[in-house]
């Protein structure tokens, strides 16, 4: 982008765009609101981050299964396979 006279967008935004949404301030909802605009790799993973963290807030894993459209048991199958810690889900 520099290199075609445009302003770097990504510079600074590093903790803007790993914080979350509800914690951001005002000043910082307007730059990441800028920064969305853009069809950038670095802002599709944000919207990623935004998705996967609903999984998270669920109350339990059969709801979060459910968000995904997928069974249970596929669901367990796959938090074993990744090495993620099942008690982190609320069940």
Not at 6 to 34: A, C, I, M, T, Y
Not at 80 to 88: H, Q, T
Request: charged content about 30%.
């Amino acid at each position: 982008m520099k290199q075609e006279g445009l302003d770097p967008v990504l510079r600074k935004s590093h903790w803007l765009l790993l914080k979350r949404q509800e914690n951001l301030g005002d000043e910082q909802r307007f730059r990441l609101r800028d920064l969305l605009r853009y069809n950038l790799k670095t802002v599709r993973a944000y919207l990623l981050k935004e998705a996967f963290q609903q999984l998270w807030d669920c109350p339990s894993a059969a709801w979060a299964a459910a968000k995904l459209g997928i069974p249970r048991q596929t669901l367990d199958s796959k938090i074993a396979a990744l090495g993620i810690d099942k008690y982190r889900f609320k069940t």
